[in-house]
């Protein structure tokens, strides 16, 4: 395994309830309860249920109405990345092992990158073509299949079109599917939403490649820190099962 990012300071606490889509009551080991920011919008249901183990971490600023952001779950034996706004900061630490990348000789990569209606994630320039690049993170796993997404996503659907009409104008696009949960298999989640899946196949029919890398998550006691490592590859399917 590859360590890729490091999260240090953290606590834990224990699920109490989900007052809205972006704040979660916990209560820590010191059994105070505080609310904490949950910056994530998914369902999250297999992951947040009372009294299950979180990661947490105190942050300090006079404009926020919560003192802690949610780090990951913890699901049976492991934890999982549940914070969406780390998504850019793991990529650009992982995107520093070039041999673990799909593109050869790459000399830039460009965040944020304007296209069409949208801002897709990145753009790298290699010696001889310019790859246009949307990262998803998967945090759900279904009798050892990793399923994305856990709730409906306009946005997503919106960066595939995206992706779909750079390939047709000539360009080369991909999906990095981060997955933060053991998992043998990658499978879009038809079930929860059939229009991203929809766009996701459309996508890899035209031309738009899938890339799906897998992390684990481990968190160390005697120093309050986690270490995400990438552990390698998955295949993908898209047969859709239940």
Request: charged content about 25%.
């Amino acid at each position: 395994m590859i360590p890729v990012f490091q999260f240090d300071n953290l606590l834990k606490g224990y699920f109490i309830s989900r007052v809205n889509r972006y704040v979660v009551e916990l209560k820590l080991e010191c059994r105070t309860v505080v609310m904490a920011h949950l910056h994530d919008p998914g369902r999250l249901k297999e992951l947040l249920y009372s009294d299950n183990l979180l990661l947490i971490l105190p942050v300090e600023s006079d404009t926020r109405k919560t003192k802690f952001d949610i780090i990951a779950a913890k699901k049976e034996a492991v934890w999982v990345l549940i914070h969406s706004g780390y998504h850019r900061k793991i990529a650009e630490s992982f995107f520093k092992f070039d041999e673990l990348l799909p593109f050869s000789y790459i000399k830039s990569i460009r965040p944020e990158v304007k296209v069409g209606q949208s801002r897709l994630d990145f753009q790298f320039s290699t010696l001889e073509r310019d790859i246009f690049v949307e990262q998803k993170g998967c945090s759900l796993e279904i009798n050892g299949i990793a399923k994305f997404p856990d709730a409906p996503t306009i946005r997503g659907t919106k960066h595939l079109r995206e992706l779909i009409s750079l390939v047709r104008q000539g360009y080369d696009s991909a999906i990095f599917m981060f997955v933060y949960l053991p998992a043998k298999l990658f499978e879009p989640n038809m079930n929860t939403d059939p229009k991203f899946c929809t766009a996701l196949t459309e996508a890899l029919e035209v031309g738009v490649k899938l890339h799906v890398f897998q992390f684990i998550l481990i968190y160390y006691e005697n120093t309050a820190n986690a270490i995400l490592y990438f552990q390698n590859k998955l295949p993908y399917s898209l047969n859709f099962s239940s």
